[in-house]
């Protein structure tokens, strides 16, 4: 099990090293300096392949699960692309994050804007990360149907994401910590835009399309909004245990060091605690959240563990668990869609789950 596991994301690396290569290539082909290459192709090595990969795999786990047989190499190729599209668009997306929320290790090695003569350029480096997804959707879906489903799904997307993360950064000031302005209605709407759409919806829509399942506009039998109404709530717990992990992890074990108390974050620990806390803890976090300070960052960390945090979480990700499989289960036993078509089954929902259930990191 472990072996096929371990199998299945070598497959996929491997496919990373292809589509590399093919952008490289075509960016030599445009009489670019060595140096350049030599940049570009580490901007791709640095951020894009060193991730858990749940995102883009989960592309062609989908297609494999909607076509219920192994992949062909060319199918499997090109659910690979629309994968790696998605691990682009969180590269690039977590390149500009971090230097927005001022982070300093992701994967466990610096964040990229703070290795060696690269600084700023960072963010030119984030923007080349996206434009290459559409490189690539152009050089290989170009003659299908879908082409132009799957381009507006990626900028739908995008768009949305950079919604969330918008509310995300204003609604944590720097210079203004006002944890009234908090709630958990307001960190729902910041983590379902700035991670469940990206992230859940994004991955099983790409391969509904790859797979031929066609929209049923303002339906409420359409494929993608059955869809989306169990991966909104899934990106949802998902993002919740990232806030948890940022509170509870080493940098060891997430690879990153926690940044969202001292970032002033609307963070779900917050929101758990500012709902739990007595007046005198109250005033503690009020005194300290949001300090760039460790020692008050300690005594914010002292509350969360006090008004029991840690219970409230494991509780939650019980809960969260039930809930799901629960909208799992709305869809029927067989599948959902008419004879002959492809059917939108349980086991796409049910895998994407059991990759992110009770994570550490
Ligand atoms: C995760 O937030 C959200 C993103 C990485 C989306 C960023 C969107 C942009 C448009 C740049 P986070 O800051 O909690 O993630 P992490 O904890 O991994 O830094
Ligand atoms: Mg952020
Ligand atoms: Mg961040
Ligand atoms: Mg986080």
Not at 10 to 15: G, N, R, S, T, V
Not at 330 to 353: H, N
Request: with cysteine; net charge negative.
């Amino acid at each position: 099990m472990a072996d096929l596991k371990a199998q299945k994301r070598q497959k996929f690396e491997h496919a990373f090293e292809v589509i590399r290569d093919e952008l490289l290539a075509h960016f030599a082909s445009n009489g670019m300096p060595k140096d350049a290459q030599e940049w570009y192709r580490k901007n791709l090595d640095y951020n894009v392949p060193g991730g858990k990969l749940n995102r883009g795999m989960s592309v062609v786990d989908s297609v494999e699960i909607l076509k219920g047989r192994a992949l062909t190499e060319d199918e499997y190729f090109k659910a690979a692309v629309l994968g790696w599209g998605v691990e682009l668009l969180q590269a690039f997306f977590l390149v500009s994050d971090d230097i927005m929320d001022a982070s300093i290790t992701r994967r466990g090695q610096p964040c990229w804007y703070r290795t060696e003569n690269v600084g700023m350029i960072a963010i030119n480096d984030s923007f080349m990360l996206e434009s290459a997804i559409y490189y690539l959707l152009k050089k290989h879906f170009r003659q299908e149907s879908y082409y132009v489903d799957l381009l507006d799904l990626f900028h739908e997307t995008t768009y949305q994401t950079e919604f969330g993360q918008l509310i995300d950064l204003i609604t944590a000031p720097e210079d203004h910590v006002d944890l009234s302005k908090f709630s958990l209605e307001k960190h729902r709407l910041i983590v379902v835009y700035k991670t469940a759409y990206y992230s859940f919806y994004l991955p099983v829509a790409l391969a509904l399309h790859v797979s031929g399942v066609k929209a049923i506009p303002n339906s409420p039998k359409d494929p993608f909004t059955i869809a989306s109404e169990i991966l909104i709530p899934l990106g949802e717990y998902f993002q919740v245990q990232d806030d948890w992990l940022d509170f509870s992890g080493t940098p060891e074990q997430i690879g990153k060091i926690g940044t969202d108390i001292i970032d002033n974050k609307c963070s779900w620990c917050i929101n758990t605690a500012l709902a739990k806390a007595t007046p005198e803890q109250r005033a503690i976090l009020d005194a300290n959240y949001g300090k760039k300070d460790s020692v008050a960052e300690q005594k914010v960390k002292d509350v969360f563990y006090q008004v029991g945090v840690p219970e409230t979480f494991h509780k939650y990700e019980e809960d969260s668990y039930k809930k799901i499989i629960g909208l799992i289960e709305t869809i029927p036993e067989g599948g959902l869609g008419a004879d002959g078509e492809v059917k939108l089954k349980r086991e796409i929902f049910k895998s994407f789950l059991d990759k992110i259930y009770k994570r550490q990191k």
